[in-house]
């Protein structure tokens, strides 16, 4: 074990060469360029044994990624924002083919106006590709997420893609110190990728051929389905793994934080939830029950563990760094949803927040708390929807 | 007894989707041909999507691949990668695909992928229009053809402008061989596949595919028409290896009408339209002529 001090994007480049992609497709579009740049240099050094190849765009670079995995090999991609979003049909074609491909993506705004800065709208915008999806907070977080992902993705019960994602400059252009652990244990840990069916001019298949209505696609579908749900436990149990080797571990789908007799939580996700962290212990400090729960997995949905936490609460505001035109930020929407069938619900409102990068301070975070915590005291919600900190004339 | 030049091992099997004489039908059968067992194919959407096969059947002895539209270019630089990876070696990597996938939609990921220099065969079997929707005009279209959004009318909406010529922007790209070949002439085409087969980086094939249904024609004169396309000068064979073109075939060349007659797709021209249908063959043949005298003599 060696400690870096590295970015965020670089920490994504460590973990794909400690991973042993063995293909890389890639398209630089800010701020992810410097994840595949650093495994250009791998590359280049001969550090990393991969072919790279360097596409045209980001949706062959989801094309030939998807491809290679199906030859057989482990793959990797970075992208962000409308890279990540030119990926969309690919995206849904590579958890269709059954592909376990795994992507950094670094979550930035969508244009126009042209923004660079950290939102989850390009991630949140994929929530039904069929993806496996993670929201990182640091950057050790982001290299042994790789790692673990991979084992995820990869076992024969999941057989998905995944991504991560890293907050545009937050994470991705931010030094941090990362334990970059040693090759031979993440071998030992994340063995070498073998998936049940790949071409083979040996033993030739059809891959993805056209099936009607009353044949199996739907089951097909289905199948994905059930994969998704096992993805759960997989998750669970892989950390578990990661963490008896490797002596850390980020927290399974939600990450939770003094929220065992907490009446108010802020769910958030990303690096938002470092800030958040910091005030509900200053709310602590002053004896005030308030707690945070980092959605680090937003698919599959953490269900279970936001009804286990709604049991107790009294008043959950959640934080979306992204917004759905019509109604509400998505991670509103699904914990509402994922509660909506639990008796004694606690009341539930959304914060819009850091739309475009916007910082997330410990005054907005504090202004969140203390309106949640007058909705706890009077009983209601003020109102449903809240963007926060609008400019003034903003409306 | 004259001598087989065509390989006998079928690796496409009876059972195909297409339609009476396709010729993307007799392509296919006849570059697995030239390319043998060891094989792995790309298809995106096309007409090739239905003919290899409803689930769970398949007519080709060869692992294939369906992928998106406008991706075959990176999905065989994918593939080609993966087995550099995987240290597979022998392994020929084709991509197929039609000549909407090829000259429209997916233009883009095959110029990064011949750019890239990757290892593989690309066959663009060209139909001259979206046959598998239905008869749309591509950018492989011939000027004055009907289709189904150039449908004539009134006003004389027939494909307007040049087909493209997709040979010549592959051949800008300066990769090792670029080909034309016919179903018509499948002695020639195999001999083209083999040759590709047999030279390192990207390769470009355009294959004339007729097609009866989207021409307008009986399906017994596929063949017929292609050879017609070849003997009129409309769709001249020849290759270009390294920069240096050569001509495979210098026909007697036959009027332009005779290949024009057969198809209901052109039934509509006028004789003005015709006759500058002949004109443009002529220029483009000679300048054929130019480029290969030109060329062999650097």
Not at chain 2, 5 to 24: D, F, K, V
Not at chain 2, 168 to 179: D, F, G, W
Not at chain 2, 291 to 297: A, P, R
Request: contains cysteine; negative net charge; glycine residues 8%.
């Amino acid at each position: 074990m060696v400690k870096k001090v590295i970015t965020g994007n670089y920490a994504s480049s460590y973990g794909a060469k400690l991973a042993r992609a063995q293909v890389i497709a890639a398209y630089p579009i800010t701020p992810q360029t410097s994840v595949v740049e650093k495994i250009a240099e791998f590359v280049a050094s001969g550090e990393m044994e991969a072919q790279y190849i360097k596409v045209e765009s980001e949706h062959s670079a989801m094309a030939a990624c998807i491809t290679a995995s199906q030859t057989g090999a482990r793959t990797f991609t970075a992208t962000s924002a409308h890279g990540l979003t030119l990926m969309h049909e690919m995206l849904i074609w590579a958890s269709g083919a059954r592909t376990p491909v795994l992507m950094t993506n670094v979550n930035r705004a969508m244009a126009p106006p042209w923004s660079v800065w950290a939102d989850h709208l390009d991630s949140v915008a994929q929530r039904d590709t069929g993806w496996i999806q993670y929201y990182c907070e640091s950057n050790q977080e982001v290299l042994d997420t790789i790692i673990t992902a991979y084992k995820v993705g990869e076992s024969r019960d999941v057989l998905l893609p995944s991504f991560l994602t890293l907050d545009a400059f937050y994470l991705s252009h931010t030094y941090e110190t990362v334990d970059i652990p040693d090759q031979d244990e993440v071998d030992k840990f994340l063995p070498s990728f073998d998936p049940p069916y790949k071409f083979d001019v040996e033993d030739p298949h059809l891959f993805g051929s056209l099936s009607f209505p009353h044949q199996f696609y739907m089951e097909w579908r289905y199948q994905i389905s059930l994969s998704m749900e096992k993805a759960r436990e997989k998750i669970l149990e892989t950390e578990a793994e990661f963490k008896k080797i490797f002596g850390r571990s980020h927290g399974g789908l939600l990450d939770t934080y003094r929220c065992d007799d907490a009446e108010v939580v802020l769910i958030a996700a990303g690096t938002m939830a470092s800030t958040i962290r910091e005030v509900v212990d200053w709310y602590r400090d002053k004896g005030v029950k308030v707690g945070l729960a980092r959605l680090r997995v937003f698919r599959p949905f953490p269900v279970k563990e936001v009804r286990e936490l709604a049991e107790s609460v009294d008043v959950i505001g959640v934080l979306d760094r992204s917004y759905s035109f019509g109604y509400g930020g998505a991670f509103f929407a699904e914990t509402a949803g994922a509660l909506y069938n639990v008796p004694d619900k606690p009341l539930i409102k959304n914060y819009v927040v850091g739309i475009g990068g916007r910082d997330v301070t410990p005054d907005t975070v504090s202004g969140i708390l203390n309106n949640a915590i007058s909705l706890k005291d009077k009983g209601e919600l003020d109102q449903e929807i809240e963007w926060i900190e609008l400019k003034e004339g903003g409306d | 007894m004259a001598k087989l030049t065509i390989p006998e091992e079928e690796l496409m099997i009876p059972g195909h989707m297409g339609c009476l004489g396709c010729g993307g039908a007799l392509a296919m059968r006849y570059v697995l041909k030239g390319l043998g067992k060891r094989t792995i194919v790309s298809v995106p959407a096309c007409c090739w999507a239905i003919l290899s096969g409803i689930f769970p059947n398949t007519c080709l002895r060869v692992p294939m691949v369906n992928t998106a539209f406008e991706v075959t270019g990176a999905s065989i630089s994918g593939i080609r990668a993966a087995l550099d990876a995987l240290e597979i070696e022998d392994v020929n990597v084709l991509g197929w695909a039609g000549d909407g996938g090829t000259l429209d939609i997916g233009i883009q990921a095959l110029s990064g992928a011949v750019e890239r220099g990757h290892d593989f065969i690309y066959v663009c079997y060209d139909n001259e229009a979206y046959m598998n929707t239905g008869i749309q005009r591509s950018s492989g279209t011939p000027e004055g053809a009907w289709t189904t959004t150039t449908p004539v009318g009134d006003t004389q909406a027939w494909k307007k402008g040049p087909k493209k010529n997709m040979v010549e922007i592959m051949v800008a790209h300066k990769i090792p061989y670029t080909a034309t070949a016919s179903v018509g002439y499948p002695e020639d085409l195999i001999k083209k596949v083999t040759k590709a087969k047999g030279i390192k980086g990207p390769k470009y094939i355009h294959v004339f595919a007729p097609c009866p249904t989207g021409w307008r024609m009986p399906p017994g004169k596929s063949v017929e028409v292609a050879k017609l396309a070849v003997q009129t000068c409309a769709f001249p064979l020849y290759e270009v290896e390294n920069g240096v073109y050569n001509i495979s075939k210098k026909p007697k060349k036959k009027p332009i009408t005779e290949y024009l007659k057969i198809q209901g797709r052109f039934k509509h021209m006028p004789s003005d339209m015709v006759e500058k249908f002949q004109k443009d063959i002529d220029k483009e043949w000679e300048l054929l002529l130019k480029k290969e005298e030109f060329t062999k003599s650097l």
